[in-house]
Antibody, heavy 116, light 109 residues
Framework: QVQLQESGPGLVKPSETLSLTCTVS????????WSWIRQPPGKGLEWIGY???????FYNPSLKSRIVISMDTSKNQFSLKLSSVTAADTAVYYC??????????WGQGALVTVSS | EIVLTQSPGTLSLSPGERATLSCRAS???????LAWYQQKPGQAPRLLIY???TRATGISDRFSGSGSGTDFTLTIGRLEPEDFAVYYC??????????FGPGTKVDIK
């Protein structure tokens, strides 16, 4: 069974960089695409971006200038960095596996609050 | 950009009733590129349907998907207590390549 687990600070100050890591078990990240999705409190889902182990990356154009997604294949992890955060970036951040047009496995989500 | 619209925003029904949820795209999309997810409070979304009509592994046959072009439907045959949740459609293609509809909440009448 594929499992994903997000980890990282739950509180980030405005203008700083949000950093999250997703640890994958039950599957190698050397296959498939791996993605980040976020959900502001009480709102809908927003796709952030996804990455393939070969280095192929797609970012949501609305966030592209502030995002970096990277992988550490030795640890079977992938990461998200979102810079210059504001209160609008407060959300539950999910990592998920992107497979052939769908997200089939998701992490439980990590709430990140942007506040001073 | 392909925009997904879901209706109604909230659907109030009783257990045992049939639920019909709509997802409309601003331009035609391939049926292969349309998926549905269920999300319960405090949980991650769960894949229900992909390719517009194929149930994901382990999903009850109470759930069915249909549609093509710009109009897609998720039907829940007879609502069970565990089916009360928010449902999102998701499409692939265009720019951004992945986006979600705003969701339909199915709550208990």
């Amino acid at each position: 069974q594929v499992q994903l687990q997000e980890s990282g600070p739950g509180l980030v100050k405005p203008s700083e960089t949000l950093s999250l890591t997703c640890t994958v078990s039950g599957a190698s990240i050397n296959n498939y695409y791996w993605s980040w999705i976020r959900q502001p409190p009480g709102k809908g889902l927003e796709w952030i971006g996804y990455m393939y182990y070969s280095g192929k990356i797609f970012y949501n154009p609305s966030l592209k200038s502030r995002i970096v997604i990277s992988m550490d294949t030795s640890k079977n992890q992938f990461s998200l960095k979102l810079s210059s955060v504001t209160a609008a970036d407060t959300a539950v951040y999910y990592c998920a596996r992107w497979r052939e047009l769908l997200f089939d496995f998701w992490g439980q989500g990590a709430l990140v609050t942007v506040s001073s | 950009e392909i925009v997904l619209t879901q209706s109604p925003g909230t659907l109030s029904l009783s257990p045992g009733e049939r639920a019909t949820l709509s997802c409309r795209a601003s331009q035609s999309i391939s049926s292969n590129y349309l998926a549905w997810y269920q999300q319960k409070p405090g949980q991650a979304p769960r894949l229900l349907i992909y390719g517009a009509s194929t149930r994901a592994t382990g999903i009850s046959d109470r759930f069915s998907g249909s549609g093509s072009g710009t109009d897609f439907t998720l039907t829940i045959g007879r609502l069970e207590p565990e089916d009360f949740a928010v449902y999102y459609c998701q499409q692939y293609g265009g720019s951004p390549p992945i986006n979600f509809g705003p969701g339909t909440k199915v709550d208990i009448k």
